[in-house]
């Protein structure tokens, strides 16, 4: 078993697939790939007859990478790594940290898998994922990428706590592109399992990653803030730029106010009118006329709810 942390910072413990499930995904592709290579042959050199043989030649090497190779390369970039036969057999390929693969995940897994797969008819592949801990081919290993089984029971997902509120957007000026994802699957990984560490553990293993990660930003970790508060607003930060990067939406940004649209807030009571004076109840003395009364002890007075106003409730709670 083995657990990885989707690009929603959400904690899963998800298999990584194994070779058989890989094997007939890949059969999969490959027969609807040669079906599409087969037909756009057939109207290539139908509409290509009267060119000469090495301009016949070069087209055929053109179709070839384009569909064969170049054909896998775009679905996998478009789908964030779930191709058809990934799809049907439930498997997704990921990072190594659990992120969404890019363009140049599956640029290196698409390149080398022309030899491990198309060239040598899979033995590559089959051998490679035999030896691997977690069935990873050649195209995984120099790619840094991991396939996964995505249809696992829903009770086996923990979620990594979402850092306070007062926290948002506090570090949206960091760089993050030099962390590793070795660094952010660790970070993922504490955020997890925090809550069942050892509170001088956690602390002390919150310290050092926060260290870590703020020598990656080059920023220093705030000193009235938490390290795990610190790692769970960064992580928090990372993933709603990726989510924004993949999304292609600003959805997640803070939407203004209308154009004279009355702020919404709860009215305090300075800001309620004076009510008028209530005349008194027939059986009752004036207000002038009625013996003070004495201020309840401490005891008897209600605690406040609520947290304080500069820092509203949330769900995350840093190890002691």
Do not use: N
Not at 68 to 95: D, M, N, Q, W, Y
Not at 219 to 240: G, I, K, W
């Amino acid at each position: 078993m083995s657990e990885l942390v989707t690009g929603e910072a959400v904690a899963l413990e998800l298999r990584p697939a194994k070779l058989p499930s890989r094997a007939l995904a890949v059969l999969l592709d490959l027969m609807v790939a040669v079906v599409a290579y087969v037909v756009v042959t057939i109207a290539v050199v139908v509409s290509t007859a009267s060119l000469d043989e090495a301009a016949q030649v070069a087209l055929s090497i053109a179709t070839f990478l384009l569909v064969l190779v170049g054909g896998p390369i775009a679905v996998e970039t478009l789908t964030h790594g779930r191709s058809l036969g990934k799809l049907a057999f439930g498997l997704r390929v990921v990072r190594d940290d659990g992120g969404p693969i890019r363009f140049r995940h599956a640029l290196v897994r698409g390149a080398i898998g022309v030899v491990e797969i198309l060239l040598t008819f899979g033995v590559i592949a089959c051998i490679a994922s035999l030896v691997s801990a977690r069935g990873r081919r050649l195209g995984d290993v120099f790619a840094g990428t991991l396939v996964v089984r995505e249809r696992i029971p829903a009770g086996r997902a923990g979620f990594v706590p979402p850092p306070p509120p007062w926290l948002a957007g506090r570090f949206a000026e960091l760089d993050l592109s030099a962390v590793p994802d070795g660094l952010w699957l660790a970070v993922r990984q504490y955020l997890t399992r925090m809550g069942q560490l050892d509170p001088q553990v956690s602390m002390g293993m919150a310290q050092r990653l926060a260290a870590d990660l703020a020598a990656r930003t080059g920023a220093s970790v705030p000193q009235d803030l938490p390290a795990a508060a610190f790692l769970a607003a960064v992580v928090h930060e990372r993933q709603s730029r990726e989510a924004r990067q993949a999304l292609g939406t600003a959805a997640f940004a803070p939407q203004p106010a209308a154009p004279g649209a009355p702020a919404a807030h709860r009215p305090l009571a300075s800001d309620q009118p004076a009510a008028p004076d209530q005349p008194a109840a027939p059986d009752q003395p004036p207000a002038h006329a009625r013996p003070p009364q004495a201020p309840l002890p401490p005891s008897a007075v209600p605690p406040r709810e609520g947290p304080p106003a500069d820092r509203p409730a949330t769900g995350f709670a840093p190890p002691a």
